[in-house]
């Protein structure tokens, strides 16, 4: 594989397909409340991507190699779940947090960003793990720009995070993404600054960083899919799809209902 560079009719056909994703995240906020199931959540988002957008879940049987095909249309990771959560007939109840993770395919291109979600009242440790992982997400993010390498965005993530007391999930990454789900590049998560791939102009991919409270150990559930933390400590994730440009960054996957950035990123 290797990394493709995008054009401007692929930037303007990205940006398309990012902003639906993030206003699939938008219209399911409403229901993330206690008493919801993940299942009717999945099902929710289905029809809004099928039936109001226009879009393709990507999720939706998505097969790489070594997983059976992902039996639903979005990923719900809730509380110890790390990521790739299966919807099914868990109730959401208050005190949980959730990872919605969208992606959308509109007119060939891929869209792909996840929110964490508090569910009723959080407990203030998971509530500082959400916010701590988002300023991780956003510190990663702010490093994209020509001549910047992946070890400089994965030594900010990886230094916020365990300076926070928490740890850096290593087996998942960002990667890149276009008419493909997952391209080349691998995009870590911790690093060293100056190291790795150097960013050049018309380079797209995520940036969506997997933080634990505790340990950063992982294990397959036995779906196939939902990975959970070793230890059961709560883990969250924020994810956004970012293009690098002349002088910096373009976010894709904005929308009305996008969280702001950190007050410390300058825009
Ligand atoms: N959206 C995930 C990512 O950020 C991938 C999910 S693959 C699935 O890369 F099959 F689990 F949906
Ligand atoms: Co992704
Ligand atoms: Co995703």
Known sequence: MSITIKNDTDIEKMRIAGKLASEVLDYIT???????????????????????????????????????????????????????????EKILKSGDIVNLDITVIKDGYHGDTSRMFCVGTPSIQAKRLCDITYECMWLGIAQVRPGATLGDIGHVIQKHAEDSGYSVVREFCGHGIGKKFHEDPQVLHYGRPGTGLKLQQGMMFTIEPMINAGKRDIRQLGDGWSIVTKDRSLSAQWEHTILVTADGYEVMTLSAGSPPPPAFIRT
Do not use: R
């Open 30 to 88: 409403p229901f993330v409340k206690p008493g919801v199931t993940t299942g009717e959540l999945d099902k929710l988002c289905h029809d809004y991507m099928v039936s109001v957008q226009g879009t393709i879940p990507a999720p939706l049987n998505y097969a790489p190699p070594g997983h059976i095909p992902y039996p639903k249309s979005i990923c719900t990771s809730v509380n110890q779940q790390v990521c790739h959560g299966v919807p099914g």
